[in-house]
């Protein structure tokens, strides 16, 4: 299998110049967590969701402004570049190998100099489900969650804050922390919605100051985690859950045993697997 057969063709772009406005609502309309940056026709570099938060706190132009700096203002401001890439020649285990190498979320593809697609790890993960990913290499043995998930789980409390969470994203790189009381699962938090809860930080601190009144917002996590947690038993098959994560959209699990949280499992966690063993038919 090559890369073409997976990979979402002619993906939507920006130019270096796009306003970081334009950008927010961009992602905000098309779900995606990565766009490429294209100028005369050649790839330059890509911005994700994450530069774009930490860079603006999802705020648009007029709300994060100071009198001290505008601050960035344009995508060639935060892009990433240089960047990498592979060809439409290449494999999906190519792909999995940059992923989990690299700790990046999407390649780029290209057909020669031109921009071909973009290959993200859900698009992997649908690929290597009909390849039957979830077996090992004995082809008797269906692969369980406990063997693959994340057992060092990092957890928030529903009373800690957005400052908090943001601080181990940033620091971990993860997309999701569940939020747990007494080693129950209570809901999930993710760096989508961290960068809302920022956003209406930012802008009832900016109300505030307008009115002559300091106010220093400190949002706790109960009042942004989601609640309904779509979770997966230690002893289901990788299948299974790979099968819960494509269906809901999600790209983290937790695992639990009981209602006790004993893991996560990530699109990661699946995507090592791959690198390590190839996907395997049943």
């Not at 570099?45 to 203002?73: K, N």
């Not at 570049?81 to 285990?93: I, N």
């Not at 802008?203 to 997966?232: F, H, K, N, Y």
Request: charge should be negative.
């Amino acid at each position: 299998m090559h890369i073409a057969e997976i990979m979402t063709p002619d993906p939507i772009v920006v130019g270096p110049d796009c306003p970081l406005d334009d950008a927010i609502h961009l992602f905000e309309q098309c779900g995606f967590r990565h766009l490429p940056v294209v100028e005369d026709g050649a790839l330059i570099g890509m911005v994700s969701d994450r530069d774009l938060s930490l860079a603006t706190g999802w705020v648009l132009a007029d709300y994060r402004r100071t009198e001290d700096s505008d601050g960035p203002q344009a995508v060639r401001e935060i892009m990433r570049s240089p960047v990498l890439s592979l060809s439409t020649l290449d494999t999906p285990e190519d792909v999995a190998a940059m992923i989990v190498g690299k700790r990046i979320g999407a390649v780029p593809i290209m057909n020669g100099k031109k921009l071909a697609g973009i290959v993200t790890e859900t698009n992997l993960l649908e690929a290597f489900r009909e390849e039957k990913l979830a077996t090992d290499l004995a082809g008797d043995h269906a692969i369980t969650v406990s063997e693959m998930m994340t057992t060092d789980v990092d957890t928030l409390d529903p009373d800690q804050f957005l400052d908090d969470a943001l601080e181990l994203i940033v620091e971990k790189g993860y997309r999701h922390v569940p939020i747990v009381e007494k080693g129950r699962v209570l809901g999930m938090i993710s760096d989508r919605d961290l960068r809302f809860g920022m956003g209406q930080e930012m802008i009832s601190d900016m109300s505030a100051q307008e009115t002559g009144r300091l106010e220093i917002s400190r949002t706790p996590l109960s009042a942004l985690m989601a609640v309904d947690v779509v979770s997966v038993d230690s002893r289901c098959t990788l299948t299974q859950a790979i099968d819960v994560m494509l269906a809901h959209h999600f790209s983290a699990l937790p695992v639990v045993d009981g209602s006790k949280l004993v893991g996560i499992l990530t699109q990661t966690d699946v995507l090592k697997h791959v690198v390590r063993n190839g996907p395997v038919a049943s």
